[in-house]
């Protein structure tokens, strides 16, 4: 899941992996995370197709984050994947540049505007 949703292998992997190419925006957000409410903000004033937001702290996966983290590498918040692909950085791109600047590119590019 670090680039692309194949490497998928147990069961708790496989949905997620179907989750993700269910849809052509998904975001894996942590309830109490400010990153995650900024990026679902961003990501509904863009107003993307077909998006779907898991909530990883009340989703039925029993370790989740954990298998996001080992899927993504990427630190606990929220992991967005848009066509497939996993949107790494995004606490950077709010330093860098503007997060809304950033995903409404992505989503443009992958024909989810």
């Not at 194949?6 to 069961?11: M, N």
């Not at 997620?16 to 190419?21: G, H, I, M, R």
């Given at each position: 899941m670090s680039g692309e949703t194949?490497?998928?292998?147990?069961?708790a992997g496989e949905k997620?992996?179907?989750?993700?190419?269910s849809h052509k925006v998904v975001v894996f957000t942590k309830e109490h995370d400010p990153l995650s409410f900024e990026v679902v903000e961003t990501l509904k004033q863009i107003n993307p197709k077909d998006m779907?937001?898991?909530?990883?702290?009340?989703?039925?996966?029993?370790?989740?984050?954990?298998?996001?983290?080992?899927k993504t590498g990427d630190?606990?918040?929220?992991?967005?994947?848009?066509?497939?692909?996993?949107?790494?950085?995004?606490?950077t791109s709010l330093k860098d540049t503007d997060l809304r600047e950033v995903l409404e590119k992505k989503c443009k590019d992958a024909g989810a505007l």
């Open positions: 194949s490497k998928c292998s147990d069961e997620l992996c179907s989750v993700v190419k779907h937001i898991v909530n990883i702290d009340k989703c039925d996966c029993k370790h989740a984050e954990e298998l996001l983290k080992s630190r606990p918040g929220p992991r967005v994947f848009i066509d497939g692909k996993f949107v790494q950085d995004l606490e």
